[in-house]
């Protein structure tokens, strides 16, 4: 049971820090980013000297961890700030539809980049060979990673909450996730904030790149897009722009998921992702505008 | 020299054009109504002034600066505070929360957080019902009280210039004497120049100073309000009687 | 006008006729319709490789049937649409043997474009039993071996060898390549079951997956740890399952399919153990025939690299029975070609013996060596052959 | 392109018009223009590639009509709703594995897909008659899915479609015994030359013209640029939604039964993502609005990324995409 419970909420963290990163640019940009799964897997390549053979040549990968994480994150928000500057800045006054599929299109890219730098092939790494150590909690076994995923995950969303209710700049992008043209009104610079939900998206899906790479030991330049998938969805079931909601609702998926692969008889177990889907459905039917609906969400203008 | 001055501005939403050819300009500590029906271009006006509607012909100027094109929140650092149509609210924010949301401007001035806490002090005076409420989350408060928190909000950036789009706008005749009595005192304790639009001219002829009538996205009347209070002229130009 | 014109005409067309006929008279065509760009690139390229290095011996050693053998390329961009066009247009080109993609999926295309014109077309290294007969037609063969020798192998060797009891089996539904290879578990098992060996559960999940934490938590729920998981994936989704099983503590043998053979990710689960694969030949340098020492040594001088894993080999081992049944009918005619290769039983080649029937162009049957992983070092332990072939019914489940 | 102005103008005289038959008939003339412009391009892009008798290039022309089909199907339903669907291919999907199941010789079906129907085991139909009934079978699926969906409007509706196509791959990728699961259904039988492909084009373009000018394409355009005067003038917007759905669902439909016909071989990944943001993109850099824009979307988009392989450009989808954000701004 306790078992279940951590593996619930170890993929819940997953999906719940890529639906934050999703919800943080949603919220000031109305805009649904493709590209944050190929920002995921950009990070964990940045680990790596680019090379097309099989054998990985592992580069920023041996840092010790407390130059590892920064490094990761780093890259991680340098390369969305740089995806904001370079093309999403062009499609500010674009309709939804549009950015939606610029982003679609600008993940391609990043991912044929990768994938002329490194090949398709997976490669390897041991990331943080540490954490891969088994360990007895209550009785459970549990990889120590998903344990650490799961304290991350939370230190993480304390860190976020507090971030943004106490400094200045997180008040000024809960006010701009609200009402974009009101706070831009009262002398909240559009750039700045923009640049700073980049950001911080960009460094949330380097924290997923680094837990995924330690958990897989793979890179592969398809890795975020599941993730991205599911983030996305548990980013509309929260209610869109809501960044509470989506963490939410990233746990709910995770622990949809799990129970089901529990529960469901082997037979409907491959099934499992088409009973998530109907429930997202159903969700969206009875709450379309989300668990928890971002309040007073206007369009801009 | 005038604070503000407009001069041929010219709005179009596509093939619709909302204001046309229009000038006109206010000097420091001015009360100045812009009033008219429905569809008279009073809040495109007011938006391009903020920078939020962009103009597609003709120059705003703001305290000495040309202001055409800017992006809303260098207008606002010019000292124009703007509460627009509809009381916007964050309303998922506290109310000290949305009152603090203007001071962030000002970071890169010495000593702006204690002058932000006295504006802080200076609003909840003037509104003491806002300090009552300020870790009340402001989507919960009453239109009145939202009226007063987004008037409040303006004040807090420190503006020469306050900005309102239809104060009256869904709220009880007994709230709107309220929120007009605490307008006209700040006006008198901080010399502040004021532009309100509202649709019916009744309150600017109560209140006096200066009043621009627009219709069809023009200007039709231009003067003091008390003087133009003469029912029949101002209802002539209201309706378009002349044009039968 | 007219008179010049069908002068023109005329001669456009008897050079259009004649242009084959010329490539028939000094030159053998191989076309490949491979992926020289995106995510099959990685796959096809090593096994193409291996393939020229038999071309250019043939052709070193006086070529086929007197004649030099051409090769003629055009990029499938790992796209199956594309993959049609590139079959095509290398017939266009005259190709007497077109050589596609090493997955049945992207492959499939460009062969059936062979079959509509009656070439032959060989899947590099597809390991379905579609890549054939069966899902092509009769003059399409496959170079690799069938996945579900694989998986039966793996059972059959772990119990003799190995005296493993308790099987779990953990099926990745992504690819049909996975499936194949627990189909082959499939029918081995009661075979086993027979003797004494048992079945304690089973699971599935996909490849994926970001955890496969509640697949694990099952596998640990049973009362005692299973003597061998059979694992029926591929990459990446492979090293994933494997570091997850390790760091939860589940140290059973681990059996797989040639999928994840290569040494280029052990890096990921420190001090692997009790992980064996099946191979064709060993890329490790302990080899058993040293054909194949030699083999991987020209490897690496032509392309500047050692092989990176056992999917190497098929290219080399397609040229060489194409080659022998081409001497062997005197002619590049499909039909004849094919009824030579039809008649190859454990034909032996570099890396191991190819047998192919009138029912079926792939291997159901063979040897395989068994590569066991021990403290993350992977070497040559033994060899398998399954005790019988693979029937058909068991392929096409 | 002067008519596709004249189709997207008369949107304004929507509902009004609408009420009067002459004014329909009077709107059937002035529009028609566009869609026999798009078919006389289409027959002439097919004529000159008949007359270069270049197979691989034949193929790369039939894969360009088959991608018009599925744009022209994603236009009658976004174009007209002013909805974003990421569900289409879904209806694609269908209509590919519908075609495979009636046109794959009955002895292979019952080797491959065991689970079938006896009756649909036993049958086979030439292509043509397939793809109508895949088309039929697509719609039939996109009036089941769309009694539920078009309750939901904006990004909701998006998501759900998606959520539709997610719904939809997951069971085609793991139903064994009727799909085949992941791996490839073979045997479809595969036809090289270009005018099935041709006439599919066209009957869509004519389809979705006909669609626009009829009361309900009418209505949803009016709906979709005036949300609530429409509402108000009567117009029950989940209704006019689901027509338009369904059409699409069945032109998408036939654009998958005769991309099987056109590779030979059907999986379902082929019908997800990928294809999804292909055809959208192509969509949207013709402008989603009109059909004409859509076709030719598709056409310059498609010669573009040819252009760019014969260049060898390497990187062909990056780069081809890289184009994209000169094309998008409207």
């Given at each position: 049971?306790?078992?279940?419970l ?8 997953l999906?719940a ?5 999703i ?27 680019p ?89 459970a ?17 304390i ?23 009101m ?17 911080l ?22 890795m ?74 206007k369009?801009?203008? | ?56 012909g ?49 970071a ?12 802080l ?12 409420r300020?870790?009340?989350?402001a ?6 009280q ?10 807090m ?19 709107n ?62 309706f378009?009687?002349e044009?039968? | ?11 456009l ?19 490949f ?16 490789e ?111 060898e ?63 740890e ?42 990921a ?54 080659a ?12 004849a070609?094919?009824?030579?290769l ?14 192919f ?12 060596l068994i ?27 | ?28 003339r ?62 694609t ?10 046109t ?9 897909l ?31 899915f769309?009694?539920?969906?078009m ?39 595969i036809?090289r ?24 394409g ?6 979709r640029?005036?949300p ?24 998408m439909?036939l ?9 030979g ?27 004409s ?9 498609s ?16 780069e ?11």
């Amino acid at each position: 049971m306790l078992q279940i419970l951590f593996d619930a909420l170890s993929l819940g963290s997953l999906y719940a820090l890529g639906a934050l990163g999703i919800a943080l640019i949603f919220g000031v940009m109305r805009l649904v980013n493709f590209a944050h799964g190929d920002v995921i897997a950009f990070c964990v390549f940045a680990l790596l000297w680019p090379s097309t053979d099989a054998m990985a040549i592992v580069f920023a990968g041996q840092l010790p961890w407390y130059l590892l994480v920064p490094f990761v994150l780093l890259c991680g928000a340098g390369l969305s700030v740089l995806c904001e500057i370079i093309v999403f800045r062009r499609f500010r006054q674009a309709n939804p539809a549009t950015m939606m599929i610029a982003s679609f299109a600008l993940g391609f890219v990043i991912r044929y980049f990768l994938l002329m730098l490194f090949s398709s092939r997976p490669k390897s790494i041991s990331l943080l060979p540490a954490l891969s150590q088994p360990v007895e909690i209550f009785g459970a076994r549990l990889p120590l990673l998903q344990l650490i995923t799961i304290v991350t995950t939370m230190v993480i969303l304390i860190g976020l909450t507090l971030f943004m209710r106490q400094t200045r700049f997180g008040l000024e992008m809960r006010a701009a996730a609200e009402n974009f043209s009101m706070a831009r009104m009262l002398g909240v610079r559009a750039n700045r904030v923009i640049m700073g939900a980049f950001a911080l998206s960009g460094a949330l899906a380097g924290a997923i790149a680094l837990i995924f790479g330690s958990q897989t030991g793979t890179l592969d330049i398809q890795m975020g897009a599941s993730i991205m998938l599911m983030a996305f969805i548990a980013t509309v079931i929260g209610g869109l722009g809501s960044l509470g909601g989506a963490v939410l609702a990233g746990f709910l998926l995770g622990a949809a998921s799990v129970i089901m692969q529990v529960m469901l008889p082997i037979d409907a177990r491959p099934f499992r992702d088409a009973f998530v889907y109907g429930a997202v459905i159903l969700v969206l039917l009875f709450r379309p505008q989300g668990l928890i609906a971002a309040r007073g969400t206007k369009e801009r203008v | 020299m005038s604070l503000l001055a407009l001069s041929d501005i010219t709005i179009r939403y596509s093939r619709l054009t909302a204001v046309r050819d229009v000038s006109f300009s206010m000097d420091e500590g001015e009360i100045l109504f812009i009033t008219g029906p429905n569809g008279a271009g009073k809040s495109s006006l007011l938006r391009a002034i903020a920078g939020v509607t962009p103009v597609a012909g003709g120059r705003i100027d703001l305290a000495g600066h040309e202001i055409t094109g800017q992006a809303p929140e260098n207008i606002a650092r010019l000292g124009f505070s703007m509460v627009p149509e509809g009381r916007d609210v964050f309303g998922s924010l506290t109310t000290e929360e949305n009152l603090l949301v203007g001071t962030g401007m000002h970071a890169r001035e010495r000593g702006w957080r204690s002058r932000a806490a006295d504006e802080l002090e200076a609003v909840y005076a003037t509104f003491p019902m806002l300090k009552e409420r300020r870790h009340g989350q402001a989507g919960l408060l009453s239109g009145g009280q939202q009226q007063m928190l987004v008037i409040g909000r303006a004040l807090m950036t420190n503006p020469r210039l306050v900005a309102i789009d239809e104060p009256s706008l869904g709220l009880a005749p007994n709230i709107n004497d309220q929120v007009y009595e605490r307008l006209i005192a700040l006006r008198a304790q901080r010399q502040l120049t004021l532009l309100i639009v509202e649709q019916s001219s009744a309150r600017a002829m109560m209140v006096g100073g200066r009043m621009i009538l627009m219709r069809g996205g023009q200007i039709v009347l231009d003067g003091d309000a008390r003087t133009l209070g003469n029912g029949e002229a101002i209802q002539a130009a209201y309706f378009g009687y002349e044009d039968h | 006008m007219t008179y010049k014109m069908r002068i023109v005409a005329t001669a456009l067309a008897s050079m259009s006729f004649a242009y084959p006929a010329m490539a028939d008279d000094k030159t053998i065509v191989i076309g490949f319709a491979t992926a020289e760009s995106g995510f099959m690139e990685a796959y096809d390229k090593p096994a193409q490789e291996a393939a020229m290095i038999r071309i250019d011996e043939i052709n070193a050693a006086g070529g086929l049937l007197g004649k030099q053998i051409k090769v003629v390329k055009a990029d499938t961009k790992s796209d199956r649409a594309e993959g049609a066009k590139a079959g095509l247009s290398v017939l266009d080109q005259g190709a007497d043997l077109v050589v596609v993609s090493c997955d049945y999926d992207f492959g499939s295309p460009a062969a059936l474009a062979a079959e509509d014109a009656g070439r032959i077309s060989f899947f590099l290294c597809a390991e379905s039993v579609k890549a054939g007969i069966q899902g092509v037609g009769p003059h399409s063969f496959s170079a690799s071996v069938l996945a579900a020798v694989q998986g039966a192998t793996m059972a059959e060797w772990a119990f003799k060898e190995k005296g493993a009891k308790d099987f779990y089996r953990l099926l990745d539904t992504w690819t049909a390549y996975n499936k194949g290879i627990c189909d082959g578990f499939d029918w081995m098992m009661p075979k086993l079951e027979a003797q004494g060996a048992k079945l304690v559960g089973d699971d599935t999940f996909k490849n994926e997956d970001a955890s496969i934490a509640a697949q694990i938590t099952r596998i640990k729920s049973l009362p005692k740890e299973p003597d061998a998981i059979m694992l029926c994936t591929m990459m990446p989704g492979a090293v994933s399952a494997i570091k997850q099983l390790r760091a939860a503590g589940i140290n059973s043998m681990i059996l797989n399919g040639s999928g994840v053979d290569g040494s280029y990710w052990l890096s990921a689960v420190p001090d692997l153990t009790n992980f064996y694969v099946p191979v064709q030949g060993s890329i490790y340098g302990d080899d058993p025939n040293p054909a194949v020492l030699k083999f991987n040594a020209t490897y690496k001088e032509k392309t500047g690299a050692d092989p990176s894993s056992q999917y190497v080999f098929p290219g080399y081992v397609m040229v060489e029975v194409w080659a022998k049944a081409v001497e062997r009918a005197g002619t590049t005619d499909a039909d004849a070609v094919v009824a030579e290769l039809e008649k190859m039983k454990d034909e032996p080649t570099l890396f191991g013996p190819r047998t192919f029937t009138p029912e079926l162009h792939h291997q159901n049957q063979t040897r395989y060596l068994i590569v066991e992983t021990k403290a993350g070092k992977p070497g040559v332990v033994g060899n398998w052959t399954i005790s019988e072939p693979v029937p058909m019914d068991a392929l096409l489940k | 392109m002067g008519a596709a102005a004249s189709l997207a103008n008369s949107t304004a005289a929507s509902a009004a018009a609408a009420e009067r038959k002459p004014a329909r008939f009077a709107l059937a003339r002035r529009t028609i223009l566009t869609p026999v412009l798009l078919s006389l391009l289409l027959l002439a892009i097919a004529l000159i590639t008949v007359m270069t008798g270049s197979r691989p290039f034949n193929q790369t022309v039939i894969d360009v009509f088959v991608r018009v089909i599925l744009v022209v199907g994603l236009y009658i339903f976004i174009g007209n709703s002013g909805v974003l669907s990421f569900g289409h291919i879904g209806f694609t999907c269908l209509g590919a594995y519908a075609a495979a199941w009636l046109t794959i010789n009955p002895m292979m079906k019952r080797g491959s897909l065991p689970g079938l129907p006896e009756w649909l085991l036993a049958t086979r139909l030439p292509y043509w008659q397939s793809a109508v009934l895949a088309a039929l079978f697509a719609a039939l699926a996109a009036l089941i899915f769309g009694r539920v969906l078009m309750r939901l409007s904006g990004i909701a509706a998006s998501i759900a479609t998606f959520a539709m196509l997610a719904m939809i791959n997951t069971v085609y990728s793991n139903w064994e015994s009727v799909t085949g699961a992941t791996s490839s259904v073979v045997g479809i039988p595969i036809v090289r030359t270009i005018w099935p492909y041709l006439i599919g084009a066209v009957v869509a373009v004519f389809i979705a013209w006909a669609h626009a000018i009829s009361r309900s394409g009418l209505a949803l355009r009016a709906a979709r640029d005036e949300p609530t005067a429409a509402a108000a003038s009567g117009v029950d917007i989940p209704r006019e939604r689901l027509v338009a759905f369904v059409v699409s669902g069945a032109i998408m439909g036939l654009g998958g039964a005769l991309m099987a016909h056109s590779i030979g071989v059907v999986t379902p990944d082929t019908f997800y993502l990928g294809l999804t943001f292909i055809t959208l993109s192509m969509l949207v850099v013709g402008g989603m609005g009109s059909l004409s824009g859509g076709v030719v979307g598709v056409v310059l988009l498609s010669a573009l990324i040819q252009g760019l392989r014969w260049l060898e450009a390497g990187v062909s989808l990056g780069e081809s995409t890289f184009a994209l954000p000169k094309g998008f701004r409207k």
